[in-house]
Structures are given as C-alpha cells and as structure tokens.
C-alpha cells in the first residue's frame, strides 16, 4: 500500500491475441478497490477476470468515442468509423445519430448502397 495516497498496488493481466498475456501494475484507491471485489463477487469471478471485463468495457467505449470524435471532426468517414470502433456501420449511424453527429451517410448513399447489393427499389 502507498502511505502517501492510500491507494493499493494491484496486478492486472490481458490478453493480446488470445495467446500473450502480460502482467501490469495500476494503483487504486481502497474504496475502488472495494467496488471491484463486491462487482467480482456479483459476477461470480475473481478480481483479475471482472477487471479484464471491466478494461474491456471501457476500451470498447473509449473506441466508439474516439471514432465519433475523428467523425464530428470530418477527418474519417462512416464506414471508417465503424471500423475503428469495432462495431457495424449500422451501429454506428445509430451512435452518431444519437448523439448528434452528422454522419455523412444519407438517403442517396443508402439507395446507391441498395442498388450495388441488388436490393434497390425495383420499377416494375
């Protein structure tokens, strides 16, 4: 424990390609410390496990909001964006739609979009 902060040293594990795990260390405060072990409990695991959820969560996130960013900025298109996010470019039109950001992406881009999959509007 520091006795300056309080804060306890814990050790995290990740993986990387499923096959590479390394260890890292991260200071927290007794009373995050308390959160994890009561939310690791609830989840019926140990504390390593519910953070690797927990990191990977607030990856995801913070991908989605680093695409939305690049996206509100104009520098990366929809179909970019969902990339870097890791999500569908159907997820993210909703993400951007949701929080008010022009997606580029409108009703000709759709129709065109259609038309190259053979599911455009048919004349008949």
């Known amino acids: 424990m520091n006795v300056r902060t ?3 040293k814990i050790c995290l594990r990740y993986h990387v390609s499923h096959t590479m795990s ?5 200071r927290l405060s007794d009373e995050t410390l308390r959160e994890i072990n009561r939310l690791a409990s609830r ?11 927990f990191i990977e969560r607030g990856l995801r996130e913070a991908r989605i909001d680093d695409a939305l960013d ?6 990366i298109s929809i179909g970019r964006a969902a990339e870097m996010a890791g999500v569908t470019i159907y997820e993210m039109l909703d993400l951007a739609r949701e929080r008010g950001i ?18 455009g509007a048919r004349s008949d």
């Open 102 to 119: 022009p997606s580029g992406y409108g009703p000709d881009d759709l129709e065109r979009d259609l038309r190259a999959y053979g599911l």
């Open 6 to 8: 309080g804060a306890k």
């Open 22 to 26: 390394r260890t890292v260390s991260v």
């Open 70 to 75: 690049e996206l509100r900025e104009g520098t």
């Open 43 to 53: 989840l019926k695991t140990d504390r390593s496990e519910a953070l690797r959820r």
